[in-house]
C-alpha cells in the first residue's frame, strides 16, 4: 500500500510544485508593472492645468496632421494620460497640443525624445483666460 501511495504522490507533488513555481513567476511580472512609469509601450503624460478654463489635450502623430484626443483637464486640475507608442511621431518623439474650450487659439508643443515606460509632464500656463502660449513641457523620468 505505501508504494501505491508514493507512486499517486510523486506526480502529484511535482505537479504542484510546477504550478507553484508559475504562479510566483507570475506573481513577479505582475510586480514590474507596478512600480514606476508606465507599462511597456506607453509614455505616461501628467498635465496639470494652472488656468481657469477647461483644456483639450492631443497627441500630435506627425506635422501638419490634427492630433488624436487624449482627453479634458478641467481648469484648476491634474490628469494624467498614457500615451501609446503608436500615437507618437516616429523616431520616439512626442508632441501634444493644447486647446481651451470656448477659445480660438491652441497651443503646440516643441517635440520631446521619449522612452517607453518614460513620464512627461505638461504644465499648462495661461495667460488672461484662454492664451496658452507659456506652457511647457518636459521629461520627468
Same mark, same amino acid.
Given at each position: 500500500?505505501?508504494?501505491?501511495r508514493r507512486a499517486l504522490t510523486a506526480p502529484s507533488l511535482r505537479?504542484?510544485?510546477?504550478?507553484?513555481? $508559475?504562479?510566483?513567476?507570475?506573481?513577479?511580472?505582475?510586480?514590474?508593472?507596478?512600480?514606476?512609469?508606465?507599462?511597456?509601450?506607453?509614455?505616461?503624460?501628467?498635465?496639470?492645468?494652472?488656468?481657469?478654463?477647461?483644456?483639450?489635450?492631443?497627441?500630435?502623430?506627425?506635422?501638419?496632421?490634427?492630433?488624436a484626443r487624449l482627453g479634458t483637464v478641467n481648469g484648476g486640475a491634474t490628469v494624467?494620460?498614457?500615451?501609446?507608442?503608436?500615437?507618437?511621431?516616429?523616431?520616439?518623439?512626442?508632441?501634444?497640443?493644447?486647446?481651451?474650450?470656448?477659445?480660438?487659439?491652441?497651443?503646440?508643443?516643441?517635440?520631446?525624445? $521619449?522612452?517607453?515606460?518614460?513620464?512627461?509632464?505638461?504644465?499648462?500656463?495661461?495667460?488672461?483666460?484662454?492664451?496658452?502660449?507659456?506652457?511647457?513641457?518636459?521629461?520627468?523620468?
Amino acid at each position: 500500500m505505501t508504494r501505491l501511495r508514493r507512486a499517486l504522490t510523486a506526480p502529484s507533488l511535482r505537479h504542484g510544485i510546477t504550478l507553484l513555481a $508559475v504562479a510566483l513567476l507570475s506573481a513577479c511580472s505582475l510586480a514590474k508593472l507596478g512600480g514606476r512609469g508606465s507599462p511597456p509601450g506607453t509614455v505616461t503624460l501628467v498635465v496639470d492645468n494652472r488656468g481657469y478654463s477647461d483644456v483639450n489635450v492631443y497627441v500630435v502623430r506627425a506635422e501638419g496632421v490634427r492630433g488624436a484626443r487624449l482627453g479634458t483637464v478641467n481648469g484648476g486640475a491634474t490628469v494624467t494620460f498614457k500615451v501609446r507608442e503608436t500615437y507618437l511621431q516616429a523616431g520616439g518623439l512626442m508632441q501634444v497640443q493644447a486647446r481651451t474650450i470656448g477659445g480660438n487659439s491652441a497651443w503646440t508643443s516643441p517635440t520631446l525624445s $521619449v522612452n517607453s515606460g518614460g513620464v512627461v509632464k505638461l504644465d499648462l500656463i495661461a495667460t488672461g483666460t484662454t492664451d496658452l502660449s507659456r506652457s511647457q513641457i518636459y521629461i520627468i523620468q
